[in-house]
C-alpha cells in the first residue's frame, strides 16, 4: 500500500499505548496497570526469586550465584541463578537424549497433543510472567504482557501448521518399481537453545515448540539477565506431560552457552549477536559432520526516506521502530536514509516525538519505554552518545535521569554520513542516526552494504520506489508506508519473522510454516509393496 493506511498487525499488543505522545486509557485499562503496578510492588518485599537448573525433573542449585538487579531500581535484588557447571550441562544433553527417544517413537499427532496441553497453562500465567519480564527487563506493560500473548500465538500457529496434510511428508509420484516409497522429515535428537534477555519467553518457546513437534528433545539455555522469565518456558514444557528429562533447562552466563554447544547437541537454536552466532555455526560445522543452527542474529536496520514521503507517517514510524523497548531488539530501526528535499523537515519531526517519549519504569502509569538492561548497556549509550557530540554531530536527547535505575533519554543523531561508524554499527540502545543521502538510489545501496539484513522499511508517494525496494532490498522483513511502523517485525499476527544474510543462518522465519521444517531431516525410504506398512 502506499497511502501510509495498514490494518492488523501487532497494535493491540500496546492497545495502551495509542499514540507515542498521547497516553489514554480506558478505565478498565487503568484499572488493569493498577493491578500490575500492585503486583510489581508485592514483590519488593519477597525474597528474589532464584531459579534451579531442572535435569530429569530435579533441581539443581550448582554453580556461582548470579543476582539479578531491576534495571528500573538497581538497590533491588529481583532474581537470580546459578552458573551451571560443565558437568551439569552435559548431563542435561545425555538425560534428553535418553527421553527423546521415546518421544521420537510417538505419532505426530501424540506429539501434538501434548504440546497443546500448554495452551491454557499459558493462559493463565500471561500476567503473572509480565511481571516477572518487568522486573528483569524493564519491559513497560503492554510489552511484558506480549510475551505470553506471542508464546500464544506461537503455540497455536505450529500445531496447526504441523496439523496440515502432508506437513511431515514430501509429495512423492508413484514407484514405477512398484515398491512403496515415502520421504518423511525425522527429528535430529536434541536441540541446545540459547535464548536473549529482551524477549526471554518468546525466543525460547519457539525454538523449543518447534523442536518438541518435530520430536527432539531440548536443553534450554536462559539469558543470565532474565532468569525468572526464561524459566517460564521450562514451565509451560513441564505442562506438555512429556518424559521426565526430554526437555531440561540450566543457567548462566557465557560459560554453560559454550559448554551446551559443544556437549554433543544435534542442532542449536540461537538468538543474540552477529559475533556469537557465527563462532556457534563455525564450531557445529568443524566436527566429523556439519549440524544445524538455526540462528537469529542482529540488524542494523534502515528505513529510506524520499523527498515526496508522508513526513508525518514517516516520522511516527520512525520514533516506534527506533525507541520501542529503549531500542534492545534486533529488529529496531537505527539509521534512516533521507534524501534532500525531506531531511531537515524529517529531522524537526523525528526530534519533536522521540523527545515526547515517556520513559520510566514498568509500574509508572503512561511509561512507554523503560531503563537499558545492565550496567554496560548504560556505559556503551553514553559512550556513544559522548562520541557523537564529541564530532560535532546533532544530537537531541540522550540524557540519563533518574539515578535509581539505567535511565536514559532516545538520542537522535543527525549531520554524520551513512559511511559513518556511528552509522554502520550495531547498538542495541536508543540511539538513532538520520543520515542525507543524494537519492533513493543511493540509498538502497548503502542499506544493502550492511553484512545484516533483518528488517528495512521506506516511505514513499512514488509506486516505482516501492516496487524497486521491494524487489532489490535484502532483508527478511520489509515495510512501505506503514503507518506508525516502519521497520520492526509483526509477529505474531500476519507477518513472519527471520532475517537475511548475518541476521539469519536458514532463511527460514519464525512463526511460518518452514520453520518447524528445519528442527528434521528427511529420510526417503523404499520397502517391498508387501512391507509398506512400515514407511511411515
Not at 37 to 55: D, N, Y
Not at 336 to 359: F, M, N, Q, W, Y
Not at 506 to 514: F, I, N, R, S, V
Request: aromatic share 8%.
Amino acid at each position: 500500500m502506499l497511502d501510509g493506511q495498514c490494518g492488523g498487525g501487532n497494535r493491540h499488543l500496546f492497545q495502551d499505548i495509542p499514540k507515542i505522545t498521547e497516553y489514554t486509557m480506558t478505565s478498565k485499562a487503568a484499572l488493569e496497570h493498577a493491578e500490575f503496578a500492585a503486583a510489581i510492588e508485592a514483590r519488593r518485599t519477597q525474597p528474589p526469586a532464584i531459579m534451579p537448573h531442572v535435569v530429569s525433573g530435579a533441581d539443581y542449585f550448582e554453580g556461582e550465584l548470579l543476582l539479578r538487579e531491576n534495571p528500573s531500581d538497581t538497590a533491588w535484588t529481583v532474581s537470580g541463578c546459578h552458573d551451571a557447571p560443565t558437568d551439569l550441562v552435559e548431563k542435561a544433553v545425555a538425560d534428553a537424549k535418553r527421553a527423546q527417544r521415546g518421544w521420537a517413537a510417538l505419532s505426530l499427532a501424540d506429539r501434538l497433543e501434548h504440546v497443546a496441553k500448554a495452551i491454557p497453562f499459558v493462559q493463565a500465567r500471561t500476567s503473572e510472567w509480565a511481571v516477572r519480564v518487568a522486573l528483569e527487563t524493564a519491559k513497560p506493560r503492554g510489552a511484558a504482557l506480549a510475551e505470553g500473548g506471542e508464546v500464544l500465538e506461537l503455540l497455536r500457529s505450529y500445531i496447526r501448521y504441523a496439523s496440515a496434510p502432508g506437513a511431515f511428508e514430501d509429495e512423492r509420484f508413484p514407484d514405477p518399481s512398484g515398491c512403496s516409497s515415502v520421504s518423511i522429515l525425522r527429528p535430529y535428537g536434541v536441540f541446545g537453545v540459547i535464548s536473549p534477555f529482551n524477549y526471554p519467553i518468546v525466543q525460547a518457546a519457539s525454538a523449543a515448540i518447534a523442536a518438541l513437534i518435530a520430536g527432539n528433545g531440548v536443553v534450554i539455555k536462559t539469558s543470565h539477565l532474565g532468569p525468572w522469565s526464561g524459566h517460564a518456558v521450562y514451565e509451560m514444557c513441564k505442562a506438555m506431560d512429556l518424559p521426565v528429562g526430554l526437555v531440561n533447562i540450566v543457567h548462566g552466563e557465557d560459560k554453560p552457552g559454550k559448554a551446551l554447544v559443544a556437549g554433543g547437541v544435534d542442532g542449536v537454536s540461537f538468538t543474540g549477536s552477529v559475533r556469537v552466532g557465527m563462532a556457534i555455526i563455525n564450531y557445529m560445522n568443524s566436527g566429523a559432520y556439519p549440524r544445524p543452527v538455526i540462528a537469529e542474529m542482529g540488524g542494523k536496520n534502515p528505513v529510506i526516506v524520499t523527498d515526496d514521503a508522508d513526513l508525518e507517517a514517516a516520522a511516527a514510524g520512525i520514533v516506534f521502530s527506533a525507541f520501542d523497548l529503549s531500542g534492545q531488539k534486533c529488529s529496531a530501526l537505527s539509521r534512516v536514509l533521507v534524501t534532500p528535499g525531506a531531511h531537515d523537515r524529517l529531522v524537526e519531526r523525528v526530534v519533536e516525538k522521540a523527545s515526547a517519549i515517556a520513559v520510566g519504569a514498568p509500574e509508572i502509569d503512561g511509561s512507554y519505554s523503560g531503563a537499558l538492561i545492565d550496567k554496560e548497556a548504560f556505559a556503551r549509550f553514553n559512550a556513544i552518545v559522548a562520541q557523537a557530540k564529541t564530532e560535532g554531530f546533532v544530537v537531541s536527547g540522550g540524557e540519563t535521569f533518574d539515578p535509581k535505575g539505567y535511565f536514559v533519554k532516545p538520542a537522535v543523531v543527525s549531520g554524520l554520513s551513512a559511511a559513518h561508524e556511528l552509522a554502520i554499527r550495531e547498538h542495541f540502545a536508543p540511539f538513532l542516526a538520520i543520515c542525507k543521502v543524494a537519492s533513493f538510489e543511493e540509498a538502497l545501496e548503502v542499506a544493502n552494504a550492511s553484512d545484516m539484513g533483518l528488517t528495512a522499511g521506506l516511505y514513499t508517494a512514488s509506486p516505482d520506489e516501492a516496487k524497486n525496494f521491494l524487489a532489490e532490498i535484502e532483508a527478511g522483513c520489509v515495510n512501505v508506508n506503514i503507518a506508525g511502523h516502519a521497520t520492526t517485525g509483526w509477529w505474531p499476527g500476519p507477518q513472519t519473522f527471520g532475517g537475511w544474510k548475518a541476521s539469519g543462518s536458514t532463511g527460514k522465519h519464525a512463526l511460518g510454516k518452514w520453520y518447524i521444517a528445519q528442527f528434521a531431516r528427511q529420510q526417503a525410504r523404499k520397502v517391498p509393496a508387501e512391507l509398506s506398512y512400515l514407511v511411515i
